[in-house]
């Protein structure tokens, strides 16, 4: 699963999951 996703992939999922959780705060 996590390891089929291309670095690009990884890259914007960071950025969604760091985003999400700046909204959170």
Do not use: G, N
């Amino acid at each position: 699963a996590l390891q089929e996703l291309k670095p690009r992939d990884l890259q914007i999922a960071k950025s969604l999951l760091s985003s999400k959780f700046l909204q959170d705060k």
